[in-house]
């Protein structure tokens, strides 16, 4: 085992034995061979058909995880999952050629903890013999256009750290599979590649794109995820599936088809033998016209199949005899049971040069009018939970590293961080946190979200008590963006616990609902903070109804230092000045020392933005627009919008108000125009005191569907920007990527929906730019966004629909709020942030960082107890501004886990775009680290022992140069776009 860690320095020898769930399980036994040594013999000279048998089991969609895992409500949708594993093991032994592949660890996990000792023993021979195979590997087959990078690496580290302790080698995938989510994010390749995956399987893509591949035998391809990383790093060899994920037709053989079974009886008047063969081959011939090698991938299975097991495997047993067995007549046709890891392994062993592909598979369409790009931003207040989910996950993660042993169990009781883990690893789904669930599948997702937030908030609460000292109870205010926190609306006197999950100290403005008009704030030092009190918006008072009383909010900022916490003391003046009041009529210019904002006289709408440091002006006008959702009745075709699909029933859309009503609010802490656009519709734009950053709060719904379509909600910003059609998105959160109205890099696109056609993912931001000013929009969640016009940049921000898109769902998007049948209402943030292209990123990489990864708020009662440590950092020093701590957790009891990311893009920043350095040693304030070594992006695998199939693209004329290696003992280098993960073993 110690040769398996790369040591840094002599001392690192300290590590022998620390950590029992790492990366190195037991080798397998000479007799059992798995992996690509479990591969079936193929034929040379033959065209070889690879027989993949598996089952897609949605972690949740149309049923809520325990319904599938159980079989329950079969009233909706027939399966099982329980039962699908219990019969593939049982037919699995009965013929040791069989193979099987499975996928979503979360339901294995829970199928492997029912089983007794000797079923665990023969699921393992299984496994080490290569017949159960396991695929992709996380806990979910995740979203690729709705979630953030740091999620999915979360999800797929719990899922392969199980894999990894339970089955050792044999059990870590060497493919990735994503055979149903709706499209496919280039950082989703890039994540994959660093987790050491020698391929990746796929089965959607454009249908003009597919019939292209097809046409170039281009189905199979060398993607380059990044522009950043050098070559391979985040190469990865992709192939596109001939079936989506289904089998050919006709050879459907599980209980839920109707497709005839293989009758082989020769007395028999419908025996069917050669009638099945030859169809078969008939399929076959065809697809190998479309690929490359003489070696062709069938998936045969589908949704939730293999519940009766026999019924697939007694025909394919057939099916695989009947054919080989015409290999004694001429015939050059040979079929096997396989997986996807040993047909990769044929391709690789071809020799051959492959397409280079640099985009993405954005957007999706399944034909000319069906773009699925409607669920970039279906289910907005979901979509926002699991990414404030994310952030409180962060800070329990961290909190439990740094107070030890005594978050979770503590003086409020026993807390956890792997309830959240669970509950965000599902929501990762590509039918979770991608809004294209049945509505109580979604209600499921939350109450776990919401499950994890009660185990956090404890284990946060064990956290403070030991590292400040102070055993008061504390309180958690979820609801503060509808302004409702009962103690702070009562209480005269409380103490505001400020945690910082980011590795660089930040400001961060407060916002407390009160019903004082003065109060005294005072940081830990016992110095006074400037503070305002200002009446609540017309807008906030009905969006909460009767669940809070505040008259007012009480505001002032905050500074936190980087990973750890600060405590302010809040008290109730007796006497002061009353507050701001609101200010109806024209709205008013918007100043402080860094940005201009100007509204129009006329019609209360944004006018322009100048940031004061640069001297830059744009013009600058927004509002919000919808457009009506097709009902499916056009004439050129039926297809309505739903939670898959965006299908406008006009390029133009409506606007919901050409002025907005406006009061203003004017403090020293900040100055705000509060707009209403009508009825369901309004917005704060709001600049505080030392912000660089514009702020847009947004409030939409309910949405009026009496004009029976349904709607979907945009807002635009429309500017003097020259962007000639180009605008920019993220992916994942991560590089940003270059699109480019009505045009696909690698294929020529025939427009047919010029709205839908040309929407994409907007994980966290989008930007336009020209030669002198970018303009760059941060997101608190994922929506769909575009630039339809020059200069222009929409956001859609809601969605409510009246049909079905016929896209398997079987009902429409039409949120409503609880206990009612009005729409659902929905706030959020827009930050802006305006200067010269080649100094944006500085500005827009740490914004997006700060909006994933928010400070945790938690309130004491009184003021805090003699003795309490009001401020603390984990941190010896702010890490530089390049990097970001992407992960502190504990791995077990003496180990943790780290990783460290470069956050800015090759050539992006003149400031930032170079290599940073980190001494390990010197990083942590608390932490006394005893030994370090280095693992893969996923942490299943030592970074020094993962070794990948080397791919070539048909452009590539010579080796890539490789970067300088790193600095020795405990320095750590990062380029840009790098992330670097590392097991700790600390004291």
């Excluded at 020898?13 to 190195?24: E, M, W, Y």
């Excluded at 100007?598 to 002006?617: C, I, K, M, R, V």
């Excluded at 807002?715 to 003097?720: A, E, G, I, K, P």
Aim: with cysteine; glycine share 6%.
């Amino acid at each position: 085992m110690a040769a398996s860690w790369l040591p840094l320095a002599a001392s690192l020898l300290l590590l022998r034995g620390a950590v029992r769930s790492v990366p190195v399980g037991p080798r397998a036994r000479d007799a059992d061979s798995c992996g690509y040594q479990s591969c079936q013999a193929t034929m040379p000279n033959m065209l070889n058909v690879h027989l993949v048998p598996h089952t897609h089991d949605d972690v949740g969609w149309l049923k809520t995880v325990d319904q599938y895992y159980y079989g329950d409500r079969n009233d909706i949708q027939h399966a099982g999952v329980q039962y699908i594993l219990d019969s593939v093991v049982d037919q699995l032994l009965k013929n040791p050629e069989r193979r099987f592949i499975y996928v979503e660890t979360a339901f294995f996990y829970r199928w492997w903890k029912n089983q007794d000792a000797g079923m665990q023993r023969t699921v393992k021979q299984l496994v080490n013999q290569g017949r159960l195979e396991f695929v992709n590997g996380g806990w979910c087959m995740s979203d690729e256009a709705t979630t953030h990078y740091s999620a999915v690496i979360d999800q797929m580290t719990l899922g392969l750290r199980f894999l990894n302790d339970t089955f050792g080698p044999c059990g870590r995938p060497r493919v990735a599979w994503h055979i149903d989510p709706f499209g496919h994010a280039r950082e989703h390749a890039s994540m994959f590649a660093q987790m050491g995956y020698d391929g990746f399987f796929f089965g959607r893509l454009d249908y003009q794109d597919h019939n292209q591949r097809k046409l170039d035998k281009e189905q199979e391809l060398l993607w380059r995820a990044s522009d950043s990383l050098t070559p391979p790093t985040a190469d990865l060899f992709t192939g596109i599936l001939p079936n989506g994920y289904n089998p050919p037709e006709g050879f459907c053989w599980d209980q839920s088809c109707d497709d005839p079974p293989i009758r082989d009886d020769p007395d028999l008047e419908d025996y069917n033998v050669d009638d099945v063969v030859n169809r078969f081959l008939k399929i076959a011939y065809g697809q190998s016209q479309v690929y490359k090698t003489n070696h062709i991938i069938m998936t045969m299975g589908s949704d939730f199949q293999y519940e009766n097991a026999n019924l697939w495997y007694k025909n394919l047993d057939k099916l695989i005899g009947y054919v080989n067995a015409r290999q004694a007549n001429g015939l050059k046709v040979h079929l096997l049971y396989s997986t996807p890891s040993c047909y990769l392994q044929e391709l690789h062993r071809a020799n051959l040069t492959w397409a280079l592909k640099t985009d993405d598979f954005f957007p999706y369409a399944d034909n000319a009018h069906n773009f699925w790009t409607g669920y970039f931003t279906s289910r907005p207040a979901l979509k926002r939970y699991e990414r404030l989910s994310n952030s409180l996950l962060q800070t329990c993660n961290q909190l439990e590293v740094l107070a030890g042993p005594t978050s979770r169990n503590g003086t409020f009781g026993t807390g956890d961080s792997q309830t959240m883990r669970k509950a965000m690893a599902v929501a990762q789904h590509h039918d979770a946190v991608s809004g294209t669930e049945k509505q109580h599948v979604a209600n499921d997702y939350a109450q776990r979200l919401a499950a994890g937030w009660q185990r956090c908030q404890v284990l946060v609460s064990n956290s403070l008590a030991a590292l400040s000292g102070s055993s008061a109870e504390r309180f958690y205010c979820d609801r503060l963006n509808i302004s409702v926190c009962p103690l702070t609306e009562s209480s005269k006197k409380f103490s505001v616990n400020v945690y910082n999950p980011l590795a660089r100290p930040v400001v961060w403005p407060v916002r407390l609902p009160v019903n004082g008009t003065a109060y005294n704030v005072s940081d830990a030092s016992g110095k006074a903070v400037d503070c305002q009190v200002v009446p609540v918006s017309a807008a906030t008072r009905e969006l909460r109804g009767s669940g809070g009383h505040a008259l007012y909010e009480l505001l002032f900022q905050v500074r936190a230092p980087p990973l750890g916490y600060s405590t302010y003391s809040v008290s109730l003046l007796q006497a002061g000045p009353p507050p701001a009041r609101e200010r109806p009529g024209t709205a008013p210019v918007l100043q402080n020392q860094f940005l201009r904002v100007t509204f129009d006289p006329a019609t209360g709408l944004l006018e322009s933005l100048s940031n004061l440091e640069t001297q830059q002006t744009i013009k600058l006008t927004q509002n919000f627009y919808w457009y009506n959702a097709s009902d499916g009745n056009n004439s050129d075709s039926n297809q309505p919008s739903g939670a898959y699909i965006f299908r406008p029933n006009s390029s133009v859309p409506f606007v919901i108000s050409r002025a907005a009503k406006t009061e203003s609010v004017q403090t020293p802490v900040v100055q705000e125009v509060r707009q209403r656009f009508g009825s369901w519709a309004s917005q704060v734009v709001r600049l505080y005191g030392d912000s660089k950053t514009l702020e847009l709060e947004w409030t939409v719904g309910p949405l009026p569907i009496d004009d029976s379509l349904g709607k979907e909600v945009i807002t635009r910003l429309d500017t003097s920007i020259e962007s000639a059609g180009i605008f920019y998105t993220d992916s994942n959160g991560r590089e940003v990527l270059r699109r480019k109205k009505d045009s696909r890099p690698t294929w020529r696109l025939r427009q047919t929906e010029p709205i839908a056609g040309n929407y994409y993912p907007v994980n966290s931001r989008a930007y336009i730019k020209d030669d002198e000013n970018q303009l760059t929009v941060v997101t608190d969640r994922s929506h769909g966004g575009s630039s339809i016009h020059n200069g222009s940049l929409e956001i859609m921000l809601h969605r409510r629909l009246l049909y079905d898109d016929v896209r398997g769902v079987g009902e429409p998007l039409n949120e409503t709020s609880p206990g009612s049948q009005q729409g659902l209402v929905v706030r959020g943030r827009l930050l802006l942030s305006l200067a010269p292209p080649r100094h944006a990123a500085a500005a827009h990489r740490p914004l997006a960082q700060g909006a994933t990864l928010q400070p945790l708020l938690s309130f004491t009662d009184g003021d805090p107890d003699p003795g309490t440590r009001l401020e603390l950092s984990g941190v010896q020093a702010a890490l530089p501004p390049a990097v970001h701590l992407l992960t502190l957790s504990q791995w077990d009891g003496e180990s943790v886990l780290l990783r460290l990311e470069h956050q800015f893009q090759s050539g992006e920043s003149e400031e930032h775009s170079q290599p940073v350095t980190v001494h390990l040693q010197k990083l942590f304030s608390s932490l006394t680290l005893l030994g370090v070594s280095e693992l893969n992006l996923s942490a299943n695998q030592w970074k020094a022992e993962m070794s990948r199939l080397d791919w070539r693209a048909e452009e590539e004329k010579r080796p890539l140069p490789r970067g300088p290696r790193d600095p020795p003992s405990w320095e750590v280098m990062l380029r840009p776009m790098e992330i670097r993960t590392f097991l700790l073993r600390v004291r």
